[in-house]
């Protein structure tokens, strides 16, 4: 919990460089905030007068807030206006009751007419309903951040090859995770259902996921919070097959004559735009070309071009003198990380493992 709010605080910091920073910060504290009722549990603090049946869940608040974290993270452009409200009045509804049944439950201080009172606004089965209408908010939401990531990354790999701009894997492993921990509690409640005893354990280790979902959407979502080029928006995008594609062997040649004379792929912000314009084509028509030519897309089509300059420079006496970092930032990479991930990615070896066993050959 601790853990939580300092990187809460934090991404609220950087809140003015990047707005997702909020959504994340907030679905953070809505985790903490949930961590309260282990702890009102665990203390044995719900049987004393005024910790017992608190407002604390805020499970139905989570979904809409992570789904507006990515959102707003992959387009720089997305504004909170009052009709994205709407996501949050489940929410609302819930925490309204909640608030009404506490507010009640104060009238004694006695546990036993706690409950009775509790029992009369169908408490246990209005937060059973709840736990259920959670996992399926969940799941709807995390079905269209999805689609988002993957529209990003495929404008990403057809329109950018600025190895600056992250390709949000961590953003994947995110989605995974809570859709691992619906998945998790959704079969605890069938087996509460299903068994005479429900089995404490199995919620514990939930707690734990909680708690590492936490220190992972914290540092990560705080490392990576900048990462993602401004210029996109999100919109469909109409993914051409190979099949429909005629190839243009005078672009090809064309494009060919760039990269060999004016090593157009070693500018480190060249985008399909640019390269578009240099060829006098339309953009949709190269992407389609080097996508059914080269069976690559933009991305990976230069990214391979400028490793394979970076190994044929590492095999040339005359390159010997600069760092490997200078190499690759001479051949088109402005990003550490990226290049060590694309190189080993493109050749199946680390640069240092590359130099030793081709030393003799600078074919890549």
Known sequence: ??????????????????????????????????????LLLSLNLWEIHGFGF??????LALPPLFYFYITSL???????????????????????????????????????????????????????????????????YL???????????????????DTRFSEVGFLKNLVFSLLFISVYTAINLFLNRLLPHPYQWRWQISHLIIA?????????????????????????HKKTKKTDVAVDLDVIAELNSLI????????PKLSLQELARMLEVNENILSNT??????????????????????????????????????????????EASFYRIFKNTTGLTPKQFLETRSSSSDI
Request: proline letters at 2%; charged letters at 20%; glycine letters at 6%.
């Open 1 to 38: 919990m601790v853990t939580g709010i300092i990187c809460s605080i934090l991404l609220f910091k950087k809140s003015n460089i990047r707005p997702s920073n909020k959504f994340l910060g907030l679905a953070i504290l809505g985790f903490v905030w949930l961590n309260t009722k282990t």
């Open 143 to 161: 079905y269209f951040a999805y689609k988002h990531i993957q529209n990003y990354k495929y404008w990403l790999s057809n329109n950018t090859s």
């Open 290 to 335: 080097i996508n059914a030519h080269y069976d690559k897309n933009f991305r990976s089509f230069i990214n391979g071009l400028r490793v394979k300059e970076v190994g044929n420079r590492l095999l040339n006496e005359g390159s010997r003198n600069l760092s490997l970092l200078g190499l690759a930032s001479e051949c088109g990479f402005n990003s």
């Open 54 to 59: 608190f407002p604390n869940g805020v499970e």
């Open 74 to 140: 992959i387009q720089s452009e997305f504004r909170f206006t009052k009709k994205e409200w709407l996501h949050f009045i489940p929410f609302l509804i819930s925490q309204g009751y909640a608030i009404v049944v506490y507010i009640t439950t104060m009238q004694t201080s006695l546990l036993s007419e706690k409950e009775q009172i509790a029992a009369s606004f169908k408490f246990s089965e209005i937060k059973g309903l709840e736990e259920y209408l959670t996992i399926i908010s969940t799941l709807f």
């Open 212 to 236: 590492s979902l936490v220190y992972y959407m914290g540092l990560v979502g705080y490392k990576n919070s900048e990462l993602i080029p401004k210029e996109f928006s999100i919109k469909l």
């Open 260 to 267: 060999e004379k004016d090593k157009v792929h070693l500018d």
